[in-house]
């Protein structure tokens, strides 16, 4: 896989409480198509139910957890064993934490069908993620608008679309203060993958 960093392609967000950078052109286009084509064929994807508000229905999209040895990540009740890194996956973690600056153990990858497939509102603000986490989010194939929202000041919020062989990095306290979301559209679109590069910490059980 070549190397195809587009270094100099950066938009920051000026949101308050927050540190959002995207980088619309992480990947070729040619290099994003395979990785998406890839990923789509070789992934174990699973396809678990969530209770929400006392209610447990389907997920709403596909996914699979990749990760180093012994690592679990739970959200909405759900309960992910990290499959084992691949070389493909490997590659990819190593060029984001160069982009990122920081290292990563883990990442969770989702596959969105259609536009039916969505993500809604919340944070990744679980306790094994630590106090300020950094997510990388990288985006293969479809493109889908990615809202954020201020919790406590709603009219600080933004939508992003986020294009094939994009980087979207999410840092400092911006977990703490919004959440964000990959709302249904009714337009007629192809498949996404996305893969959110993340670092997992593993806390001593209570006695």
Request: net charge negative; aromatic share 12%.
């Amino acid at each position: 896989m070549n190397q195809s960093l587009f270094l100099d392609e950066r938009m920051d967000f000026d949101l308050p409480d927050a540190e959002v950078i995207y980088f619309p052109s992480f990947l070729y286009a040619r290099e994003a198509a395979e990785l998406f084509d890839h990923l789509l064929e070789e992934t174990p994807w699973q396809h678990d139910s969530i209770t929400l508000f006392g209610k447990t229905h389907p997920q709403p999209r596909l996914t699979a957890f990749y990760g180093n040895d012994d690592l679990s990540y739970s959200y909405s009740n759900i309960k992910m064993n990290a499959n084992s890194w691949t070389p493909t996956l490997l590659h990819l973690k190593n060029k984001i934490e160069e982009m990122a600056e920081t290292s990563f153990n883990s990442v969770l990858l989702n596959l969105y069908r259609d536009g039916k497939d969505s993500n809604g509102w919340h944070a990744d603000d679980e306790r094994e993620l630590g106090k300020n986490p950094i997510i990388a989010s990288l985006t293969l194939g479809s493109e889908r608008f990615f809202h954020l929202k201020h919790k406590f000041q709603p009219e600080h919020r933004c939508k992003i679309k986020l294009e094939n062989g994009s980087l979207l990095l999410m840092k400092g306290s911006t977990q703490h203060f919004y959440k964000h979301q990959i709302p249904k559209t009714m337009q007629t679109i192809s498949p996404r993958i996305n893969l959110t590069f993340r670092t997992i910490k593993m806390f001593e059980p209570m006695i």
